[in-house]
């Protein structure tokens, strides 16, 4: 994965069961790891920032706007 690309980026995150985990903003990387804005599954808001490895967003579902991930839940194209 190019990191540059994932910048600014939408995402859901996944456990090993392919449950969603989370959802939220990738707001920076660096060449090992991404700081990421996480929001409320109960209203959206903003709640944590954290750091991951960003061999730990392999998996992770992207999506170029805010909407887009929201339909994806919404539409159950995730579990």
């Known amino acids: 994965m190019i990191i540059n690309n994932i910048v ?3 995402f859901h995150s ?6 969603v985990v ?3 903003n990738v707001l920076s990387c660096s060449d090992n790891d ?4 996480l929001y409320s599954w109960w209203d959206g808001e ?4 954290v750091t991951v490895l960003i061999e730990d967003t392999n998996k ?3 999506y170029d706007t805010n909407q887009e991930m ?3 839940k ?4 995730l579990k």
């Not at 903003?46 to 920032?49: A, K, L, Q």
């Open 8 to 10: 600014g980026k939408w």
């Open 14 to 19: 996944f456990n090993e069961k392919g449950e």
């Open 22 to 24: 989370w959802q939220g």
């Open 34 to 37: 991404c700081i990421v804005q």
């Open 46 to 49: 903003p709640m944590d920032r």
């Open 60 to 62: 992770w579902c992207f």
């Open 70 to 72: 929201i339909n994806a």
């Open 74 to 77: 919404l539409h159950n194209v």
